[in-house]
């Protein structure tokens, strides 16, 4: 038997690949699966096929603009277009097609304690041999269980703005908070947000200034900080998605890392952290290190990066690679401007 805490996409799509070898129970707090949505819901097109539906995107965007302090923007033709998720239908998506496999999932059941393999809920317990934890950034399962370890956060802010906008081009501020975006659903309803540990509020209104519109509803919540020292196995308890931090820090997204570290339960158990690691721990490690050096900017240094970045041969190389894979062109970004090095060690 296999218990998994939290039904959001790296807890269905865990479940989805275990149920072939294991019978698989997911229990989730919330009375609804995808709500309350607490993200943006834009990622790459690198969604795993077997998950991949049309019916949960809202919008393809081929097109960012990134906009210095000094308000000068380099565009960058994505070599995929980006997609705007329905959120909540995204995750009953794939939490229909671990049910298909045989996966229970059992709603309005919050996890209260982890103690030698029992589960402890408000109205039941469970003893299983293997425990994944799905179950976000503040994971009950790795804070019993001794994996939790000294976290960092960020707070995130987002509202659904109603105005006039490019459907066409997501937008991210350098030099508002420490990540700011426009993410449009489309051509009249964007989400806009901001995710700080600095001043958020204030920040977060500069953005709305920029933007216009008028506030639809508000969203927030608290982003893990991917911790490479950390261990996300132990005693047959496993940890996946927000619960493991496995979080993009350039750009704070994590739905792509936690479906690339549920795939890996596909081949089963043993060696999940390992092999977890192989596919993810460098290009998560680089992303850190970006986000440090890119903390450490004032204006200038914003304005200095956008200008190196507009130039044809940079240009190119952005357009020919996702942003979930930097190892793969950062070498090739240094070798056409080493003058970058500054802003990337």
Same mark, same amino acid.
Request: with cysteine.
């Given at each position: 038997? $296999?218990?998994? &805490? ?5 807890g269905?799509?865990?479940?989805f690949? =275990?149920? /072939?070898k294991?019978d698989?129970k997911i229990y ?8 309350p949505?607490q993200?943006?819901?834009?990622i ?8 991949y539906?049309?019916d ?7 097109e960012?603009?990134i &906009?210095?302090?000094n308000? %000068?923007s380099?565009?960058?033709?994505? *070599?995929n ?20 496999r @045989?996966v229970k999932?059992i709603?309005n059941?919050? =996890?209260i ?6 589960l &402890?809920?408000?109205?039941l *317990?469970?003893?299983d041999?293997f425990?994944i ?9 790795a804070?019993?269980?001794?994996l ?9 802010? !987002?509202?659904? =703005?109603?105005g ?6 997501? %937008?991210f501020?350098?030099g &508002?908070?420490?990540f700011?975006w426009?993410v449009p659903?489309n051509? %009249?309803?964007a989400r806009? @947000? ?8 204030i ?5 709305? /200034?920029l933007?216009?519109?008028k ?5 927030? @919540?608290i982003?893990p900080?991917?911790?490479p020292?950390s261990?996300i196995?132990?005693?047959?308890i ?12 350039t ?6 890392p936690g479906l ?8 089963g158990?043993k060696?999940?952290?390992?092999? $977890? ?8 490690i680089l992303?850190s *290190?970006m ?7 004032n ?11 507009? !130039?044809?041969?940079?240009? %190119?190389?952005m357009?020919?690679?996702? *942003?979930?894979?930097?190892s ?7 070798l056409?401007?080493?003058?970058? =090095?500054?802003?990337?060690?």
């Amino acid at each position: 038997m $296999v218990s998994i &805490i939290g039904a959001g996409p790296a807890g269905s799509y865990s479940g989805f690949n =275990l149920a /072939k070898k294991y019978d698989v129970k997911i229990y989730e707090e919330d009375k609804e699966i995808g709500k309350p949505v607490q993200c943006t819901g834009i990622i790459t097109n690198n969604l795993p096929r077997e998950i991949y539906s049309e019916d949960y995107i809202l919008n393809k965007i081929p097109e960012a603009e990134i &906009i210095a302090p000094n308000h %000068k923007s380099l565009f960058i033709n994505l *070599r995929n277009k980006n997609l705007v998720l329905d959120r909540s239908k995204f995750d009953c998506f794939i939490a229909d097609k671990a049910r298909e496999r @045989g996966v229970k999932i059992i709603t309005n059941e919050k =996890l209260i304690r982890l103690k030698d393999h029992e589960l &402890i809920f408000k109205n039941l *317990r469970v003893k299983d041999e293997f425990i994944i934890g799905a179950d976000g950034p503040f994971s009950r399962v790795a804070r019993d269980s001794g994996l939790f370890n000294k976290r960092k956060f960020i707070a995130a802010k !987002q509202v659904r =703005l109603k105005g006039k906008f490019n459907e066409d081009l997501v %937008k991210f501020y350098l030099g &508002i908070g420490t990540f700011s975006w426009v993410v449009p659903e489309n051509n %009249k309803i964007a989400r806009v @947000g901001i995710a700080s540990n600095k001043n958020l509020n204030i920040e977060f209104k500069k953005i709305l /200034k920029l933007e216009g519109g008028k506030i639809i509803n508000k969203q927030g @919540g608290i982003i893990p900080i991917y911790n490479p020292l950390s261990r996300i196995s132990k005693d047959n308890i496993f940890l996946v998605g927000d619960a493991a931090t496995q979080i993009k820090t350039t750009t704070f997204g994590g739905i792509i890392p936690g479906l690339i570290a549920a795939r890996e339960f596909s081949k089963g158990f043993k060696n999940y952290e390992f092999r $977890v690691n192989q596919k993810l721990k460098k290009e998560l490690i680089l992303n850190s *290190r970006m986000r440090k050096r890119l903390d450490r900017l004032n204006d200038k240094g914003y304005n200095e990066l956008v200008e190196l970045f507009s !130039q044809e041969k940079l240009k %190119k190389v952005m357009e020919s690679y996702d *942003r979930d894979f930097p190892s793969r062109f950062v070498v090739r970004l240094l070798l056409k401007e080493p003058r970058l =090095l500054k802003f990337i060690s």
